[in-house]
């Protein structure tokens, strides 16, 4: 039972471009989202969340929506720069992140 | 920010013999601590919460006897794989949680790649 599901496994962006993920849930009780950035043999790296209470949040190049009507989240990454190529990994979680679900995560590729 | 580190980074061992992983929160103190596994080409998959000064609760699925965790202090949780065999070999991970922040966010460490033979 995959309770959060990125449907793209992986994503191909010309640089400068904007990078748009997306990922969707079914556990109707998660209230916390995190996106994390994650290049191969590292652990996650945190790059911004948002909880139900909102429907977007900004930091810098990065933008997360949240749609609870839909059940659909999304990173916005823009511009998309070179370094930005990796795999990224949406999780939820309800009552605060002490246990995350982790989506399968997309590859993201930026093309120079 | 907070800084989660793992060691030993790597580690190949033989069949039937133990390892022990160490996740450390360096500049904060983290009363909760995770340990995830993850295969290749596949999700982080959260193995057990591991307690400061009490016991670890493990997911369903995950052997509480071959997977030892240990939250001795504030800043330190081990993870040891006893009697490790060929199909332990993965990519495991921790990840902890600072409280003095006010978000929830679980930050991780850089992972330890184990291999069996």
């Known amino acids: 039972d995959q309770q959060v599901k990125q449907n793209s496994p992986s994503l191909s962006v010309q640089e400068g471009r904007i990078s748009i993920l997306n990922c969707d849930y079914t556990?109707?009780?998660?209230?916390?989202f995190l996106w994390y950035k994650k290049y191969p043999a590292e652990g996650p790296t945190f790059l911004i969340s948002i909880s139900s209470i909102k429907d977007k949040n900004e930091d810098g190049r990065f933008t997360v929506f949240l749609n609870k009507s839909a059940k659909h989240l999304s990173l916005h990454i823009v511009p998309s720069q070179p370094g930005d190529s990796a795999v990224y990994f949406c999780?939820?979680?309800?009552?605060?992140?002490?246990?995350?679900?982790f989506g399968q995560g997309t590859r993201l590729t930026i093309n120079p | 920010g907070a800084v989660v580190s793992q060691h030993p980074s790597w580690v190949i061992c033989k069949s039937g013999t133990s390892v022990k992983i160490e996740c450390r929160s360096l500049d904060f103190q983290a009363t909760t601590m995770f340990w995830y596994r993850q295969f290749p080409k596949q999700s982080l998959m959260l193995m057990a919460t591991s307690n400061e000064g009490s016991k670890a609760t493990y997911e369903q699925g995950v052997e509480k006897d071959k997977f030892l965790i240990n939250h001795a202090s504030l800043t330190l949780s081990t993870l040891t794989v006893t009697s490790a065999h060929p199909e332990d070999s993965s990519f495991y991970i921790c990840?902890?949680?600072?409280?003095?922040?006010?978000?929830?966010?679980?930050?991780f460490g850089p992972g330890t790649r184990l291999t069996v033979l």
């Open positions: 556990n109707s009780m998660f209230d916390y």
């Open positions: 999780a939820a979680s309800e009552g605060g992140a002490q246990k995350l679900v």
């Open positions: 990840s902890a949680q600072n409280p003095g922040e006010i978000t929830d966010t679980q930050y």
